[in-house]
């Protein structure tokens, strides 16, 4: 069963123009996902409980007409399938009239708690949401990313622990500010790219020090974002996913 939750964008969440950057649009369906399952007892306080916990492995975001500073926003998500390990959700921000704005999916996977190993989705939460069809970005979970091209450009930043998560890490949407930091000036402004693919790969924590690479990716930019396990997360701006 899908889920709806309202948003209005305050001054945090805009870019140049007075429009809603992506990293806000991320942030409004990520905590759709969360009241969604806050309603069946594993949202965040619930899967504490159980010792376990949600963490996002990546984002996609699909943006078709850019929402601006004071808008109702309605962001719809619902489960599209869950196997033994992931759970992959999607969902749908709009406007007036229910104008679809733009869309997103997420895949997601269960830790453990007391010791972060990825544990199989528990059948009962499973149960819980049973799989609807996705949108546009229903095959999103088949595309890999090929491997960049050679660095044209670097950047070492210490992580503070304001921008980690409950587990720890860094969160998931601060990589995005630490890849659009890296983006040139001709870029425009990196927040408002309308096409946005993000992968996880392992956790950085507050006093890591990671090092961004910024190199083309199908005739645009993309940021791999290295820390002391290797490779951490990548984000690509800009191409088609």
Do not use: Q
């Not at 905590?31 to 969604?36: Q, V």
């Not at 009962?124 to 095959?139: C, N, T």
């Amino acid at each position: 069963m899908s889920f709806t939750a309202a948003f209005r964008p305050g001054m945090e969440d805009l870019g140049a123009g007075m429009l809603v950057k992506n990293r806000s649009l991320l942030r409004f369906c990520e905590d759709t996902a969360g009241f969604h399952t806050d309603t069946e007892g594993v949202g965040l306080k619930g899967m504490e409980e159980r010792g376990l916990a949600w963490v996002l492995l990546g984002w996609d975001l699909a943006v078709y007409e850019r929402p601006a500073y004071g808008m109702e926003l309605m962001v719809e998500t619902r489960v599209r399938e869950t196997n033994r390990v992931n759970t992959w959700r999607d969902f749908f921000i709009r406007g007036a009239g229910g104008r679809l704005l733009a869309e997103a999916a997420s895949r997601w996977i269960v830790v453990r708690n007391s010791d972060h190993t990825v544990v199989p989705v528990p059948e009962d939460i499973a149960r819980l949401f049973p799989p609807e069809p996705g949108g546009s970005l229903a095959g999103w979970r088949a595309r890999r990313l090929e491997e960049p091209d050679p660095a044209e450009g670097e950047m070492l930043s210490e992580i503070r622990r304001g921008r980690t998560d409950t587990l720890g890490h860094l969160h998931n949407l601060e990589y995005l500010t630490l890849a659009e930091d890296l983006l040139p000036e001709e870029a425009g402004d990196p927040a408002l790219i309308g096409i946005l693919t993000v992968r996880f790969k392992s956790e950085v924590r507050a006093g890591d020090t990671v090092r961004c690479l910024l190199s083309s990716f199908r005739g645009s930019r993309r940021v791999d974002v290295m820390g002391p396990k290797g490779l951490s997360a990548t984000v690509c701006f800009g191409k088609e996913i």
